[in-house]
């Protein structure tokens, strides 16, 4: 069955939040809800979806922010990757990264390791760890389709930036070229801000860059 997949633009740093389904299905899955919930409500409403699951790819604000209150209206669980779960349950804020969280949301209800798998919504979903951007961060395949939700890992034509809390440059180098790089060139990539790409023109666009590294 063919996936469908709709990028909503949200909150002030422009990120791109997804709502994946399958064909007539009416359950979906959210890749990074970003934070203008009545934005990405009104959308999944609009296409009579059901939510059925929250994925997040790392902890920052741009790309959480919405999550507690969708978990609050619809029930769907939010997933994270397991080491950036422990940034989410801080009590302590040093960096400054997560005053606008919303009051409530302190933590994720799944915790997710490198391979780990999940069927949400009749989509296989396949847990890849890309940390660099986060110590924790991971990206999203979806193997039965051929697509990758890349969070700020991998973008159209640059790489996530590694001067924040938790950012590694040596470990996001190895996250692009060890792991993402070594998917098929027609993988299609959901980035966490700008166009769509494929792997295939991002090894040709990034890779000097990040042999730089």
């Given at each position: 069955?063919?996936?469908?997949?709709?990028?909503?633009?949200?909150?002030?740093?422009?990120?791109?939040?997804?709502?994946?389904?399958?064909?007539?299905?009416?359950?979906?899955?959210?890749?990074?809800?970003?934070?203008?919930?009545?934005?990405?409500?009104?959308?999944?409403?609009?296409?009579?979806?059901?939510?059925?699951?929250?994925?997040?790819?790392?902890?920052?604000?741009?790309?959480?922010?919405?999550?507690?209150?969708?978990?609050?209206e619809t029930g769907a669980?939010?997933?994270?990757?397991?080491?950036?779960?422990?940034?989410?349950?801080?009590?302590?804020?040093?960096?400054?990264?997560?005053?606008?969280?919303?009051?409530?949301?302190?933590?994720?209800?799944?915790?997710?390791?490198?391979?780990?798998?999940?069927?949400?919504?009749?989509?296989?979903i396949r847990t890849i760890?890309?940390?660099?951007?986060?110590?924790?961060?991971?990206?999203y395949f979806l193997p039965?389709?051929?697509?990758?939700?890349?969070?700020?890992?991998?973008?159209?034509?640059?790489?996530?930036?590694?001067?924040?809390?938790?950012?590694?440059?040596?470990?996001?180098?190895?996250?692009?070229?060890?792991?993402?790089?070594?998917?098929?060139?027609?993988?299609?990539?959901?980035?966490?801000?700008?166009?769509?790409?494929?792997?295939?023109?991002?090894?040709?666009?990034?890779?000097?860059?990040?042999?730089?590294?």
């Open positions: 069955m063919s996936l469908e997949v709709v990028r909503l633009i949200v909150g002030p740093l422009q990120t791109n939040c997804y709502l994946a389904f399958e064909g007539a299905k009416t359950g979906a899955v959210c890749f990074d809800p970003g934070a203008n919930e009545a934005k990405v409500l009104g959308r999944m409403y609009g296409l009579g979806l059901k939510l059925e699951a929250i994925f997040l790819t790392h902890w920052h604000p741009d790309h959480i922010g919405a999550a507690g209150e969708l978990r609050a669980p939010i997933y994270i990757g397991s080491a950036d779960a422990a940034m989410l349950e801080r009590t302590s804020d040093p960096f400054g990264l997560l005053a606008d969280r919303p009051n409530g949301f302190r933590s994720a209800d799944v915790r997710l390791d490198d391979a780990d798998e999940r069927t949400v919504a009749g989509i296989r760890a890309t940390p660099g951007h986060t110590s924790g961060g991971v990206s039965d389709h051929g697509v990758l939700f890349s969070g700020d890992t991998l973008f159209s034509g640059s790489v996530g930036r590694t001067d924040l809390a938790g950012g590694n440059a040596g470990a996001l180098k190895e996250s692009i070229l060890g792991k993402i790089f070594t998917m098929g060139d027609e993988v299609k990539v959901y980035p966490g801000h700008g166009p769509e790409t494929a792997v295939g023109k991002e090894k040709a666009r990034v890779t000097a860059l990040l042999n730089s590294i």
